[in-house]
């Protein structure tokens, strides 16, 4: 598998996965109901957009993603779907 694995590819399609959640309606629930599904949105989002912001690596059959968590986002690629991101510390 490690042979013909694309770290960049994989990151690419969490970036889009938290475009879409981003997108996604919400279902016609009210109360707790919306109020769970919107949770989970916002983990999902986050999630998603963390591995979309990192940089991946494959060495030796070993994936290393690296993500910049700083307040500041220093380290943050350009594109990424950062920034709504609450609560990190460094």
Do not use: C, H, N, W
């Amino acid at each position: 598998m490690a042979d013909d694995f694309d770290a960049d590819a994989m990151i690419s399609r969490f970036r889009a996965r938290a475009k879409a959640v981003r997108q996604r309606p919400l279902p016609p629930v009210e109360g707790a109901e919306r109020k769970r599904f919107v949770d989970q949105m916002r983990v999902d989002f986050q999630d998603y957009a963390m591995i979309g912001d990192a940089e991946g690596r494959l060495e030796g059959g070993i994936l290393t993603l690296r993500i910049d968590l700083r307040p500041d986002g220093g380290g943050q690629r350009e594109g990424g779907e950062g920034g709504d991101r609450q609560g990190e510390d460094g």
